[in-house]
């Protein structure tokens, strides 16, 4: 009787965190820009980050030049999580809050982070606007932000990514200058891999030029939040995605619940990063990923390309969610049109 007691409590609790702001996707407002010297807010909403981990995210935002505090709870573990959903949470709403802290750093993916969206404050976070950096399952975060707080954040390296002088240089522009417009263009070191390692050889599968807001980011978070409140509305968007260890018939189905649950009508464009370790078993029958790509998307009719500098590589350009931009397919460019940053 104890467990079921403790089990109804639980779900009314959850229950009662479903309440969302009145008014969904409210206009969009851009944190303020980060200036050398500030203190950032290392979480850990997704994964559990051991010892290790930690020193290395911490050294590496040092490395940009700003200081780091980390999370109360960001020690914390359950599981292969940070602890609670709450205890995440708790972490979370006390950075926005924290005024000497100008930024919030999302130490590592992972997963877990699609347990936090229920229970945010989304007026606090918009009233406390910050810099919010990450990728991977952080997606879900920057989504449900997007959606209810109207917050740009930005989809760029995690604490425990590699710092590449690439990565440093497009985190510095993103966060630090809100100057536009600002074309990006690929890592030289991303062509070079592409001699040797066919995933990060570009494709194009649909030439031309799109224009829209940029939302998107890890295909299966993005395909998890699909029928829940947090879904990402992606009509006239440039929607870019990226993935990691999942083979072409798995990259196949996802792309498909995104096409059959109405999820891509009205796309302007696809952007999409480099998918690494997609590989099968050798002697396993399956379309290449390139195959799989054309299949789904050449039929949406809109400018797609394959092969952008974002996604779980070492050099990787910093993507402000939310914010108007320019894709050519053809040239492999994009184009911000306006600053992530105010």
Request: proline share 6%; hydrophobic share 45%.
């Amino acid at each position: 009787m104890r467990s079921r007691r403790r089990f109804l409590s639980t779900s009314v609790a959850g229950a009662a965190g479903l309440a969302l702001p009145a008014v969904a996707s409210p206009a969009l407002i851009k944190p303020p820009r980060v200036r050398e010297g500030d203190l950032v807010g290392l979480l850990a909403p997704g994964g559990a980050m051991e010892d290790a981990q930690i020193e290395r995210a911490v050294r590496n935002i040092e490395s940009i030049g700003l200081r780091v505090k980390l999370g109360d709870n960001v020690r914390l573990r359950r599981g292969n999580y940070a602890g609670t959903p709450a205890q995440q949470v708790a972490d979370l709403h006390a950075m926005f809050l924290d005024r000497e802290v100008r930024a919030i750093w999302s130490g590592r993916g992972g997963s877990g982070a699609a347990l936090l969206l229920p229970l945010l404050d989304y007026g606090l976070i918009r009233r406390n606007a910050k810099v919010l950096v990450g990728f991977s399952d952080t997606t879900a975060l920057h989504l449900a932000l997007q959606r209810y707080a109207g917050l740009v954040t930005f989809h760029g390296p995690s604490g425990i990514s590699t710092f590449s002088p690439y990565s440093v240089e497009q985190l510095r522009r993103a966060l630090m200058d809100a100057s536009a417009p600002r074309v990006i263009t690929g890592a030289a070191e991303n062509e070079a891999l592409a001699a040797t390692r066919p995933q990060f050889m570009p494709k194009l599968i649909r030439g031309g030029m799109a224009v829209g807001p940029l939302v998107g980011g890890n295909l299966a978070t993005l395909v998890s939040l699909v029928g829940t409140p947090y879904a990402a509305r992606l009509r006239g968007a440039i929607v870019f995605l990226e993935d990691v260890a999942e083979p072409p018939y798995r990259v196949n189905r996802m792309l498909t619940q995104l096409a059959q649950s109405g999820s891509l009508n009205g796309v302007a464009g696809v952007m999409l990063g480099v998918f690494t370790r997609t590989d099968l078993p050798a002697g396993e029958a399956t379309l290449t990923l390139e195959e799989t790509l054309i299949d789904r998307l050449e039929p949406l009719g809109v400018p797609v390309r394959y092969g952008f500098s974002f996604g779980h590589v070492a050099h990787h350009f910093t993507i402000p969610v939310g914010v108007r931009a320019r894709m050519d397919a053809d040239a492999g460019t994009l184009t911000l049109l306006e600053g992530g940053v105010a």
